[in-house]
């Protein structure tokens, strides 16, 4: 398994400001993801993010409005640029060890961020 | 493209009753199915998975599902259900030849009423 330290953990941001949000692994992984949560959802991969080449960005979000950074292989941010309240969500890390697609994902605790 | 479906929004059932959660997915491949719980204020917790092999697969806290390929479905159960397992339930899936992300359904309220 993986442990995932995710901060903040909640915040309340004003429209127009950006907030970074950091995940950190316990261990090195190759594959973060970035997931959004929004109320009442299910959850909708924003980006996978592999160390040492840029994010790859799902259909509907871009890097302007999510920049995200992978310094290394066991940290990750996703930064959420330019908050409107429509950006109120949680937002959650994920990774998994291994190549192979048999093997299950985990979690961080999550970011619940509010715009204001 | 991949997608998971869980029809119902709620499932509401009494403590010491079996439960079912449903599942039914679409991929071009063969499936890796996921079970995942959240709980209020948490992260997502692991359940169980599958990859291949017995169509009945045990997971954590005396869950278990199974795999239903004519009917592509990948259903979770209990036999006895206990008000601590009232939480929000996703089931994912990734195809074997396609993505490494999971694609999550939109989640099953369950309610164990004492």
């Known amino acids: 398994s993986a442990v995932i330290s995710q901060k903040p953990s909640r915040d309340i941001c004003q429209r127009g400001t950006s907030l970074t949000i950091q995940c950190q692994v316990d261990s090195q992984v190759t594959m973060m993801f970035w997931y959004r949560q929004q109320p009442g959802q299910s959850l909708t991969l924003i980006a996978t993010?592999?160390?040492?080449?840029?994010?790859?960005?799902e259909s509907g979000f871009v890097i302007d409005k999510f920049p995200i950074s992978r310094p290394n292989l066991t940290f990750s941010t996703l930064t959420v640029s330019n908050m409107s309240p429509e950006d109120s969500s949680i937002y959650l890390c994920s990774t998994r060890h291994g190549a192979g697609g048999a093997t299950e994902a985990f979690f961080g605790q999550g970011t619940r961020l509010t715009v204001v | 493209a991949q997608s998971v479906a869980q029809p119902e929004d709620q499932v509401n059932v009494a403590e010491g009753n079996p439960l079912t959660v449903k599942c039914t997915y679409s991929v071009s491949g063969n499936p890796y199915l996921f079970w995942y719980v959240q709980y209020p204020n948490r992260g997502l917790q692991f359940l169980l998975k599958y990859i291949t092999g017995d169509n009945l697969v045990k997971g954590s806290y005396g869950f278990e599902a199974e795999f239903n390929k004519s009917q592509t479905s990948f259903h979770l159960k209990k036999p006895s259900a206990l008000v601590s397992d009232s939480a929000l339930y996703f089931c994912a899936v990734r195809d074997h030849q396609a993505g490494t992300a999971l694609i999550f359904g939109k989640g099953t309220t369950l309610s164990v009423s004492s």
């Open positions: 993010a592999n160390q040492g080449s840029e994010a790859t960005y």
